[in-house]
């Protein structure tokens, strides 16, 4: 148990820099059975799906629902759904360079996720689906949010780069400007010396000049 | 004679990190499954071309490796990550 706290203390997500899991919401710290088989007759599994954006709203709901209907069909219950929404691809898809995303997880039969996943294959509106059985003791993360999370602190973080690249090159032009200020009155107190000293010479022959009338006093 | 083998681990030094110090960041939070959906988190382990990074570069320990790799393949099924750049 105290190794557990200690534990939650150490991590902490946002602090921490390097190439770090910070999404993995499943870590011995939060073991929750949050996804535990109601029976032992029925598994959880995770359903990915991948259809194209270039669908009004009602072709939209019409493609999610054909797929929510195959899991029904099935006997599934489901358990969490999470919709994506449009997301840029990393390769095109049959012309598809962008795609929406929708995660579920349904309560099913082992025996039937075969069927469901035919049904998925043949499916017209559908791209790519991947169907998973999560681990035990998975916990459900909305991915949609941490991603768009994710997004923003880029975003901060880049910001904060250009920030500081401005003040780096202000700096730079007011240490120039400095430089080039202290060098322009150098130059001046360069030049104005020696016609100060002049003027000294003049002062003193001038003074030269009143000491010989004062000896002829 | 003396500073010969002296140089030699010098270069030996150079070339490559002591092991001992490269830490997994997954062991370090107890991960006990990295998620093919957390885009975030696997594209650091991805390189230019889209290939899996060698633990060799990473520090990953060879359990989360594997982990991690069933996780960037399906991603890339799903075209979340790229197969090749």
Same mark, same amino acid.
């Given at each position: 148990m105290q190794l557990d706290g200690r534990n939650t203390l150490l991590y902490i997500p946002a602090l921490a820099d390097s190439p770090l899991p910070s999404g993995t919401g499943f870590t011995h710290e939060s073991r929750m059975p949050s996804l535990v088989p109601t029976s032992e007759d029925v598994q959880i599994y995770e359903i990915c799906v991948l259809y194209p954006p270039a669908l009004n709203q009602k072709e939209e709901q019409g493609v999610l629902k054909e797929v929510e209907e195959v899991f029904t069909d099935a006997g599934g219950k489901q358990v969490s759904k999470d919709l994506w929404g449009r997301r840029g691809l990393a390769y095109p898809i049959k012309g598809a360079k962008e795609g929406n995303f929708a995660v579920y997880h349904y309560e099913m039969d082992p025996l039937k996720v075969k069927e469901t996943d035919q049904q998925l294959r043949i499916m017209k509106g559908v791209l790519r689906h991947l169907i998973v059985k999560p681990p035990k003791h998975y916990q459900i993360v909305k991915y949609s949010e941490a991603y768009e999370q994710w997004l923003k602190s880029r975003e901060t973080a880049e910001e904060e780069r250009s920030k500081k690249k401005e003040e780096e090159v202000q700096e730079k032009i007011a240490r120039k400007a400095m430089r080039q200020a202290k060098m322009t009155t150098e130059r001046k107190k360069a030049a104005p010396a020696p016609k100060v000293e002049s003027e000294d010479l003049t002062q003193k022959i001038d003074e030269l000049i009143a000491g010989d009338s004062l000896d002829t006093i | 004679m003396a500073? &010969? *083998?002296?140089?030699?681990h010098q270069k030996q030094q150079q070339r490559r990190s002591d092991p001992r110090l490269k830490r997994c960041p997954f062991c370090e939070h107890n991960t006990l499954y990295i998620d093919y959906k957390d885009y975030p988190? =696997? $594209? *650091?382990?991805?390189?230019?071309?889209?290939?899996?990074?060698? /633990?060799?570069?990473?520090?990953?320990? =060879? $359990?989360?490796? $594997?982990? =991690? /790799?069933? &996780?960037?393949?399906? #991603?890339?099924?799903?075209?979340? =990550? #790229?197969? /090749? $750049?």
């Open positions: - | 500073s &010969a *083998p002296h140089h030699h988190t =696997l $594209k *650091p382990y991805t390189d230019y071309f889209g290939n899996t990074r060698a /633990r060799y570069y990473t520090g990953v320990c =060879l $359990k989360h490796q $594997k982990m =991690l /790799r069933t &996780a960037i393949e399906r #991603a890339r099924f799903m075209g979340m =990550l #790229a197969y /090749r $750049k």
